[in-house]
């Protein structure tokens, strides 16, 4: 009976380790796949922020809120399934920075 112990948990450990690479390759999918969300949706405000700034949209607010209506991603991208835990504020901070950076260069210096 001693022969089997070392049998099982050799089994045990190889088993643990698949386990967790398994994990690990499907949380870098998530990551990659959030990744490309929050890519396209900086592309998506670089694209209209001449327009958003051209109708009058000058508070950050203002535009976070269009940008995420317009360019926010469908609900079927950001399941966790498909990319993992969002943190809180993540897209609307992509949004602002982007805003941000666009009122930044576009103004006179």
């Not at 948990?9 to 690479?21: E, K």
């Not at 835990?85 to 950076?101: F, H, N, Q, T």
């Amino acid at each position: 009976m001693g022969d089997f112990d070392g049998v099982d948990a050799l089994r045990t450990a190889i088993a643990s380790l698949l386990v967790t690479a398994a994990l690990l390759v499907s949380a870098r999918a998530e990551n990659d796949n959030l990744r490309q969300v929050v890519s396209n949706l900086k592309a998506c405000v670089r694209t209209y922020a001449p327009t958003v700034k051209a109708a009058g949209f000058r508070t950050a607010d203002d535009a976070v809120n269009l940008f995420i209506e317009r360019c926010g991603p469908r609900a079927s991208f950001l399941a966790p399934e498909n990319v993992g835990a969002i943190p809180p504020g993540l897209l609307r901070d992509a949004v602002r920075d982007e805003w941000s950076a666009f009122i930044g260069d576009a103004q006179p210096r």
